[in-house]
């Protein structure tokens, strides 16, 4: 598979994730830890039946338990915060602090072995997340509150977690993409516990909340995983960093298209600034 392949595979996570803020939302009230369990089971699952599909079973015994533990921590922290964000501090705010985490892919894979940060990474990051800031926030937002102190602080966490994740899987890259499956259903088994003994059970309460939870499990918590590997190991993690920067630009068309937001020139400014930020990116990267 060539390095612009894998890229293009990667960046199909990316408009997955451009689902997973209104899927979350529209799953509500169910509380973070039992989403996180019935969307790994799901995720996982699918990813398990693609294994034994493809004949892949038997790698998956060979795999090192540190490899599985890392891609455990890493799944079930970043979404056991995110959700957490999302339900103690407003979206706007909450998804603007963990969408700093394409700006510290492209900054943290710097420090790998056979990168070199550019100054055209660093400009595009920042470019694209003016642009991305613009979109969460629309232009102004309701300001922070030290009442939401706690989902920003989550929100953050989020953003260091999943960057971390992406940046440090290149360094366990001889793990097959067949791996994230365990690493789903080792996140759903360590949420459903945890879930019983801190929260209060409430599940989807109509077909409509189950079908954004479901969805969820099957998409942004589900196949997004399984290409965002192929991606980050196989492919240029600093260009896949920076477009994903096209997540929150993606999202507020899916609630422009859901009736959820309306259109402004604030989103048009921020598609410049976006695709600019983008561009600086690859060109800094094909250049090299």
Known sequence: MTRTRATAIGFVAVLLWALLALLTVGSAPTPPLLLNAI??????TLGLVWTAASGGLGQLRMISWRVYAFGTLGLFGYHALYFSALRLAPAAEAGLIAYLWPLLIVLFSGLLPGERLRRGHFMGAVVAFAGAAL?????GGAGFSAEYLPGYGLALLCALTWSSYSVLSRRVGNAPTSSVAVFCLAT?????????AFETTTWP??????????GLGLGPVGLAFYVWDIG??????????????AAPLLSTLVLVLAGIATPSWSLAIAAILITGGALLAARASFAG
């Open 39 to 44: 969307c790994f089971t799901i995720g996982g």
């Open 135 to 139: 979109i969460i926030t629309g232009g």
């Open 188 to 196: 759903a088994a360590a949420s459903w516990p945890l879930h019983f």
């Open 205 to 214: 309460q109509d077909a409509l909340r189950w079908a954004a939870t479901v």
């Open 232 to 245: 980050v190991k196989r492919g240029d993690i600093q260009l896949l960093g920076t477009s994903s920067y």
